[in-house]
């Protein structure tokens, strides 16, 4: 089993910044990716980025390429979303998910190719 922590979420205006970090604990080694997504209100969950563990292979929604980047830190078993130029459209629950298949970066934009989720936190960005 893997459990994974969220944290960094808040409130911010448009234009800001923020950085989420999951931190995974458990059996980590058998993690291939660890991906982000987020669900607004009414909404599915949608696919935001996502990070091969021990190559630190990445792969972006389009709706925020050259806006968020996300980064790992092997040795602390977390993974960080550093978001830029937030728009009010960002605003939703962020979801940190791990996987253990290997899956190519196309496929692991699917929640479904995940073993883990944590338990989301929430980003809100005023206009």
């Known amino acids: 089993q893997v459990q994974l922590v969220e944290s960094g979420g808040g409130l911010v205006q448009a234009g800001g910044s923020l950085r989420l970090s999951c931190a995974a604990s458990?059996?980590?080694?058998?993690?291939?990716?660890m991906g982000w997504f987020r669900q607004a209100p009414g909404m599915e969950r949608e696919f935001v980025a996502t990070?091969?563990?021990?190559?630190?292979?990445?792969y972006y929604a389009d709706s925020v390429k050259g806006r968020f980047t996300i980064s790992r830190d092997i040795a602390k078993n977390t993974v960080y979303l550093q978001m830029n130029s937030l728009k009010p459209e960002d605003t939703a629950v962020y979801y940190c998910a791990a996987g253990e298949r290997v899956r190519s970066l196309y496929d692991l934009g699917r929640p479904g190719e995940y073993d883990y989720w944590g338990q989301g936190t929430q980003v809100t960005v005023s206009s």
């Open positions: 990070i091969t563990r021990i190559g630190g292979s990445t």
């Open positions: 458990g059996r980590t080694r058998s993690v291939y990716a």
